[in-house]
């Protein structure tokens, strides 16, 4: 297959949009979270202000090589995510590099980055750092679960892992999204989604007040803006994902920004109305009420 | 005639079977086994003659094609002489254990011999 | 030839001798009795070369000039010259052995020695029920004469309990003897076979009681507390003599005596031979003394051959090749054993110790256990693979399950007791110095090896001891004296040569399992350059496991493929038990590898149908009630290799304490071994059904939980050797998960896993294993921050772990889109359930690794450690490399493979056509996502460094601390029960309850062994009622029937 120059552009343009468009939707999210707090909550542009700041930071220290490097592996996570998953359905422009690898790739690319980072975040030394870091493990082995097997369910619904296939196969009507030919496997992926989002309930990764903010205590300056970047276009690389298997993809951008806002918004609307789990309590959650809904979706695929 | 021989026999190794398990005594027990070899000894006699058989002499009587019919076969004799010799030598032999035995413990009581066991 | 006649004639005319010399002429007794013996052994030597080599015919010895019946007669075949030959051979090694015992005692002894030998062979020799008769008081007698050479004052008491009950035995045969004689006027064994209808009709008590006191002289369990206390007590050269010459005389007796009976009493034989020999090895369990245990072993022993004699029926033109291969084996390892035992002060199992330090008796001790458990390549193994195959084929199959489990039993407390020998702390006294004791030894050994030599010529498979691998193997033995350097470039040189010489045989799956584990293997020994010395009984050990996968990977029938299974088991047992901790674990390996591979032989014999050169080829043949079984067994028996869950408990152990260059040898290669033959197995017979139960289904269920339970225990593991050893078990989880799906994909994915699995863990060890050398401790709690000291290991362990994880870019991706691919084709999908939850449960213990190692923060003692040494890193880099190339080009080894498969799953095969892979489902480049992630990970590497150019180096301390300082590195690393939550959540799983199992099994096997040997209670009395009552039982049990 011969490579074609123009992608990378056309890659990057789609980076941008979506760097912009998470940094304005964490913040939005935020702000619906502050405001059913009944507090006032951050401005839309916190995020370019926090950016500025990070970068204009004069101080910086290093802890060694891993601790230089787990930003980058933090943000190549997100911005590689991004790039195997086709975020536009139908237009060869916002395909990205999704001829490298399918589903399969995405599903496992997701642990890059947090594994470069928890391993940035080990060399800082901070105890809070590794204890943020078995939480997080300890989490996502039930949290994924769910998703695995909603995935397998669809993979075998649709007879192909590849994702532009799975969206191919939902087009004509809302009907034919998996949302509803395929409810079960779609309901564990949602609950499954809300324990990767770092949301409460399943906030206990960061767990502001026990641990400060969990792995990146030791983070500051560029390294922080570095994470701050993935914090925005991780979670929206990882919905695209949702939105492709699930939700029928989106062939616009409007239609795009519309589906990953609104799926964002099921992770916020829990969040707000939850306390925060204890690990093994979520483990429990997970293993209780949302692997069972993968286990009848795998059954009956 | 034979069986009265043989009936004794068999007493007689009942008896000294019976003796050697149920005497501690260790000299009691060698005593009770001389009973039951003598006793298999009878027995031997009595049951080694085979009824209407000749004496094992090859000659015109007694043809050598025929002779495996017709003879008294002369080693069952030579095994009572040979079980007889061995019986004193295990017998002596045994009391000599006895003597020996008597010095390291000064009891001939045989359940007082339990050092190996298990 | 020098009549057969002159070997009784010797012995008792130099006993007549000895009784003329006079007392003082001591050495010149001693010259005559060993003259007399050597000449004995001649002359049975002489008739063993020429009836072996067919230039003569089995003789009949007349006497008085008279054919029997009138006249005694011998008979001189060649099973009554080998049995004089070794009984001779016994009597002239003891002799010589007992020389200064003999100087002491002086003639008399030695006439009685003289005696016991003469009288053995008379045994052997005659033909005649009276001269029988004659020759096993002589031997009685002369027992009460020898037992008396021990220094033991016991043996006093010894001797009487066993005259007491040579007299009762007397008793029984002299009657039956007569009556006997009544029934068929003869004393003449071969007149009364002649004429057995006969002695069956009138006389069947008659047989019975002879019969029954010939096997009360075979010392039958549990009749025979008199024998065990001779054996315990005896001199050792004495005991050595009981249990090779006279056990072997009195059985070839109880052969002739079956002649009499014929077929009908071969059950009885039998059944009181298989109850001896599980029974008295499982009253061994119990055993604390060496010579008592020895005893046992001997009681074992013959009972299993009284065993084969009550299967002579069957065996054929093959019997005397089986059971005379059993016989010699047990009597010369035995006879070696109490040699040995001589040299030895205490009287304990862990007083041979004192053996360290002496590695050529560690070497004759190793070899006489060899010998007696019948593992290749001496006679036993040879003997124990036809007669397992031949009473399957006649569907004996209790019997060999008997057989086996015995074996197994026998198998434990004697590799029990050779670990503690080797392992234990050394015991204070010394061993014996004496040469000539030494000599006798050593010609012991030496025999053991020979009768394998030509036991392998006569063997129907050929001869194991001139197949190449293991000839190179077992020439190390003869290199031990040079250096390891030396040792060390001619093991790899033998490994990449074997490689290179075999590379056009092999096939694609040969060529994989070849290139991981023989290429592989001499990556591996270049971790080995950092020892220093001689490192003695390392490269024999680690050649003959070598030796064994080679000759695995190329096996084309049964026997080859047994055969090389077994030598690699035991080159790896004695690898692993090098360790410093091992003993414990490397016996539950062995046994858990001996019960596969009885297991392993069980299935093949199942399936052989009678003939022992059964190729695996034929495997495809098996019928349908036979083939599950077949299928069931064998699968077993390679899961043990393959830690398959329930099956694991002696992996952690063993792979944790191995040293540093053994553990990447027995996890990163000898696992495979399983793997090859799962391979093997369901190639040939494909899935089978038992019960409606599809077997395959099953093992896909064995396989998740193998990855779950592993990964989840490795997750809690401290100790970091330990976390990779569990981990092992969760990889082969995997690979045994892959092979069970039975489709194509499946099976790439198995192969995927033996190539991975192979680099990776092979590198994670060797860096380790560096680690700990370094540290001085495997606990990782007691680590952390070395990534700057150690900055390759940690470089060699950062990629290992992205590859196991299955991240992508690196190679573990490759298995994990390959097993994506397979499953959605395949019907079963509960189990993979618990592949999915047990993927990010490996990130648990991976990170782990890396973090509680290499980062947080730094101990104090170990700021000044270095880098680990050279030749330990140099494997690593290359592996390293090895990694990157494969995760780029998984085609260039995958390809091939992928296209063999197809002829056993032609669907499903995988696109390969330029960098792309493609499969009925998705695609995969490989190369693509290198470039992708590679650019993306360069270029915001780049602007980081931009940014943050002038980013300043901390100290350890200076974090984020409430504004103070951190107490010490010990506080500060967060590392010990690292997933606490965790445990908390799902730690349940975690519970040993498959440790549990086997330990109930094994305490309730010793609990009854100890219970029950109460039975003898040291009595004499006792012992003879036992005696009489095991015969009325006997009899109850023959009228029963």
């Given at each position: 297959m011969s490579f074609e120059w123009i992608k990378i552009p056309y890659a990057l343009l789609t980076l941008f949009i979506v760097a912009n468009y998470g940094f304005l939707l964490t913040a939005v999210m935020a702000k619906i979270a502050a405001r059913v707090g009944r507090r006032h909550g951050i401005p839309v542009w916190q995020n370019y202000l926090d950016l500025i700041k990070n970068y204009g930071l004069r101080?910086?220290?290093?802890?060694?090589?891993?601790?230089?490097?787990?930003?980058?592996?933090?943000?190549?996570?997100?911005?590689?995510?991004?790039?195997?998953?086709?975020?536009?359905?139908?237009?060869e422009m916002f395909?990205?590099?999704?001829?490298?690898?399918?589903?399969?790739?995405?599903?496992?690319f997701v642990f890059f980055g947090s594994l470069g980072m928890a391993l940035g975040a080990g060399e800082s030394g901070h105890p809070y750092s590794a204890i943020g870091v078995t939480r997080g493990l300890s989490q996502v082995t039930a949290a994924e679960l769910p998703f695995a097997l909603a995935v397998y369910a669809v993979a075998v619904q649709y007879q192909t892992l590849s994702v532009t296939e799975i969206v191919a196969a939902q087009q004509g009507g809302i009907l034919q999204w998996t949302l509803f030919t395929n409810p079960i496997a779609v309901a564990a992926a949602m609950l499954s989604f809300l324990g990767t989002m770092m949301r409460p309930p399943f906030d206990v990764v960061l767990a502001p007040q026990e641990i400060p903010i969990g792995p990146p205590t030791e983070y500051h300056s560029s390294y922080l803006a570095l994470m701050q970047t993935n914090r925005a276009i991780f979670p929206i690389a990882k919905i695209v994902i949702y939105m492709n298997l699930f939700f029928g993809g989106a062939a616009s951008w409007p239609a795009f920004f519309l589906k990953v806002f609104l799926i964002y918004l099921v992770s916020v609307i829990v969040g707000v109305v939850f306390p925060r789990f204890r690990v093994e309590q979520s483990i429990r959650w997970f293993l209780i009420w949302a692997v069972p809904l993968g286990v009848i979706a795998i059954m009956i695929a | 005639m034979a069986y009265i021989a043989m009936t004794t026999g068999f007493v007689l190794i009942l008896i000294g079977l019976f003796g050697a398990l149920t005497n501690r005594n260790i000299l009691r027990m060698i005593v009770a086994f001389t009973v039951a070899n003598t006793g298999v000894n009878l027995v031997m006699v009595a049951v080694g003659y085979m009824h209407g058989r000749t004496a094992p002499i090859l000659d015109e009587a007694v043809p050598v094609a025929e002779a495996v019919a017709r003879i008294i076969d002369p080693v069952p004799q030579a095994l009572v002489l040979t079980a007889i010799v061995i019986g004193v030598g295990v017998t002596a032999l045994m009391l000599a254990y006895v003597y020996k035995l008597y010095e390291t413990k000064r009891t001939l009581d045989i359940s007082a011999f339990k050092d190996l066991k298990w | 030839m020098v009549s057969a006649l002159y070997i009784l004639a010797v012995g008792l005319g130099a006993a007549f001798l000895l009784g003329l010399l006079r007392d003082e002429w001591r050495a010149g007794a001693y010259g005559v009795s060993l003259a007399a013996l050597a000449c004995m052994s001649l002359i049975s030597a002489g008739w063993v070369w020429v009836l072996a080599s067919g230039d003569g015919s089995a003789v009949d010895i007349t006497t008085a000039g008279t054919l029997p019946p009138y006249a005694i007669n011998l008979r001189m075949g060649l099973a009554e010259a080998v049995l004089t030959l070794s009984i001779n051979l016994t009597g002239l090694l003891s002799a010589v052995y007992l020389r200064d015992t003999m100087f002491n005692q002086g003639r008399r002894a030695l006439a009685v020695l003289l005696i016991f030998t003469m009288a053995a062979c008379g045994i052997v020799l005659t033909r005649d029920l009276f001269n029988l008769f004659v020759f096993f008081e002589l031997v009685a007698i002369a027992t009460g004469g020898l037992v008396l050479l021990s220094r033991d004052k016991r043996a006093l008491a010894a001797g009487f309990k066993y005259l007491v009950a040579s007299q009762v035995i007397t008793i029984l045969l002299l009657v039956g003897i007569i009556f006997a004689y009544h029934a068929t006027g003869t004393l003449n064994i071969d007149g009364m076979a002649e004429v057995s209808s006969l002695v069956l009709k009138g006389g069947g008590l008659a047989f019975f009681l002879m019969f029954i006191a010939i096997v009360l002289d075979l010392k039958p369990f549990p009749a025979n507390g008199w024998a065990l206390d001779v054996y315990e007590s005896a001199h050792p050269a004495f005991s050595a003599m009981l249990s090779a010459a006279s056990g072997s005389a009195a059985l070839f007796a109880a052969d002739k005596l079956l002649l009499i009976g014929g077929s009908t009493w071969l059950p009885l034989a039998t059944g009181i031979g298989i109850v001896g020999f599980v029974g008295a090895n499982l009253f061994a369990l119990a055993q604390r003394n060496d010579r008592r245990l020895l005893g046992y072993s001997s009681v074992a022993q013959i009972g299993l051959i009284l065993a084969v004699i009550g299967q002579r029926d069957l065996l054929g033109d093959r019997y005397l090749f089986i059971a005379g291969g059993i016989l010699l084996a047990h009597a010369v390892a035995k006879a070696g054993l109490y040699w040995l035992s001589g040299l030895i002060e205490g009287r304990t199992l862990t007083a041979w110790s004192a053996l360290q330090g002496h590695?050529?008796?560690?070497?004759?001790?190793?070899?006489?256990?060899?010998?007696?458990?019948?593992?290749?390549p001496f006679p036993g193994f040879y003997a124990k693979w036809e007669l397992v195959i031949a009473l399957a084929g006649e569907g004996r199959i209790a019997l060999i399950g008997l057989i086996l489990f015995g074996a197994l039993l026998e198998a434990g407390y004697l590799f029990r007791w050779f670990g503690r020998a080797l392992k234990r702390e050394r015991a204070p006294e010394p061993v014996a110095v004496s040469s000539f004791k030494r000599a006798v030894i050593l010609t012991a050994v030496a025999a053991g090896w020979g009768l394998g030599l030509i036991w392998g010529a006569l063997s129907l498979n050929g001869n194991l001891l001139l197949a190449v691998p293991l000839l190179f193997a077992f020439g190390f033995l003869v290199l031990e004296p040079l250096s390891v350097q030396i040792k060390n470039s001619l093991a790899i040189a033998g490994l990449v040569a074997w490689f290179v010489?075999?590379?056009?045989?092999?096939?694609?799956?040969?060529?994989?399992?070849?290139?991981?584990?023989?290429?592989?293997?001499?990556?591996?020994?270049?971790?080995?350059?950092?020892?220093?010395?001689?490192?003695?009984?390392?490269?024999?050990?680690?050649?003959?496991?070598?030796?064994?996968?080679?000759?695995?990977?190329?096996?084309?029938?049964?026997?080859?493929?047994?055969?090389?299974?077994?030598?690699?088991?035991?080159?790896?047992?004695?690898?692993?038990?090098?360790?410093?901790?091992?003993?414990?674990h490397a016996l539950s390996y062995m046994v858990f590898s001996l019960a596969g591979a009885f297991l392993i032989l069980a299935g093949f014999a199942l399936a052989a149908d009678g003939d022992p050169l059964f190729t695996l080829a034929g495997l495809k043949q098996v019928a349908a009630p036979l083939a599950p079984w077949v299928?069931?067994?064998?699968?077993?028996?390679?899961?043990?290799?393959?830690?398959?869950?329930?099956?694991?408990?002696?992996?952690?152990?063993?792979?944790?304490?191995?040293?540093?260059?053994?553990?990447?040898?027995?996890?990163?290669?000898?696992?495979?071994?399983?793997?090859f033959g799962l391979f093997v197995l369901f190639m040939a017979m494909g899935s089978q059904q038992l019960y409606g139960v599809e077997l395959t289904h099953i093992l896909l269920w064995i396989g998740a939980l193998s990855a779950l339970i592993g990964n989840l225990m490795a997750a809690f593991q401290e100790d970091a050797k330990r976390l990779l050893a569990y981990s092992s078990i969760g990889q082969m989880g995997y690979a045994l998960f892959g092979l069970a799906m039975m489709n194509h994909l499946g099976w790439l994915m198995a192969l995927m896993f033996v190539i991975n699995h192979y680099i990776y863990k092979s590198m994670l060890f060797l860096s380790v294993g560096g680690v700990a050398k370094r540290t001085g401790t495997r606990d990782m709690y007691r680590m952390g921050g070395l990534i700057t000291l150690m900055p390759l290991s940690f470089i060699a362990v950062l990629i290992g772990i992205i590859a196991m994880s299955g991240v992508p870019p690196l190679s573990g991706f490759g298995g994990r889109w390959i097993f994506y691919n397979a499953i959605l084709t395949t019907d079963s999908r509960l189990p993979m359930i618990l592949i999915f939850i047990s993927g990010p449960i490996a990130f648990l213990y991976l990170f782990r690794l890396i973090h509680t190692i290499f980062l947080g923060q730094l101990k104090d003692e170990h700021r000044r450690i270095k880098e680990a040494p050279f030749w330990l890193v140099l494997p690593q880099m290359i592996f390293v490399a090895c990694l990157m190339a494969f995760a780029l080009v998984p085609g260039l080894a995958l390809r091939r493979v992928d296209a063999y498969i197809s002829q056993f799953h032609p669907e499903g095969a995988l696109g390969w056509e330029g960098l792309t892979i493609t499969s009925a489902f998705g695609y995969w480049s490989p190369i693509s996502i290198m470039i992708v992630v590679g650019v993306i990970f360069a270029s915001l590497f780049a602007w980081l460094v931009f940014v943050n150019r002038k980013a300043q180096k901390v100290k350890q301390f200076n974090i984020v601390f409430a504004g103070e300082r951190p107490f010490r590195p010990e506080t500060t690393h967060f590392a010990w029960?690292?997933?606490?939550?965790?445990?908390?959540?799902?730690?349940?799983?975690?519970?040993?309850?498959?440790?549990?199992?086997w330990a109930a099994i094994v305490d309730l096997l010793h609990a009854s062994a100890d219970l029950l040997r109460r039975l003898y209670t040291g009595n004499g009395q006792t012992y003879a009622i036992q005696l009489l009552a095991f015969v009325v039982v006997v009899y109850l049990l023959r009228t029963g029937l």
């Open positions: 101080s910086s220290i290093t802890h060694g090589v891993m601790f230089y490097m787990g930003p980058v592996f933090r943000l190549t996570g997100g911005v590689g995510l991004l790039m195997f998953v086709p975020t536009l359905y139908g237009t395909s990205n590099m999704s001829f490298a690898g399918d589903l399969i790739l995405a599903l496992y | - | 590695p050529i008796l560690i070497f004759a001790f190793a070899s006489f256990i060899a010998l007696l458990v019948g593992l290749p010489l075999s590379l056009p045989s092999y096939d694609p799956l040969q060529l994989i399992f070849a290139a991981v584990m023989l290429i592989g293997g001499a990556l591996i020994l270049l971790a080995s350059y950092q020892t220093q010395g001689r490192r003695i009984g390392f490269y024999p050990s680690a050649m003959l496991m070598y030796a064994g996968l080679a000759m695995l990977i190329v096996a084309e029938d049964a026997f080859g493929f047994f055969a090389a299974w077994e030598s690699l088991t035991i080159g790896s047992y004695f690898l692993i038990l090098r360790g410093q901790r091992s003993e414990p299928f069931l067994l064998l699968a077993i028996g390679f899961m043990t290799k393959t830690a398959a869950v329930g099956l694991h408990i002696w992996l952690p152990g063993a792979h944790a304490e191995a040293e540093t260059d053994v553990s990447p040898m027995v996890s990163g290669i000898l696992l495979k071994a399983g793997l029960n690292f997933f606490a939550p965790y445990r908390k959540a799902l730690g349940f799983l975690t519970e040993p309850l498959v440790e549990r199992f």
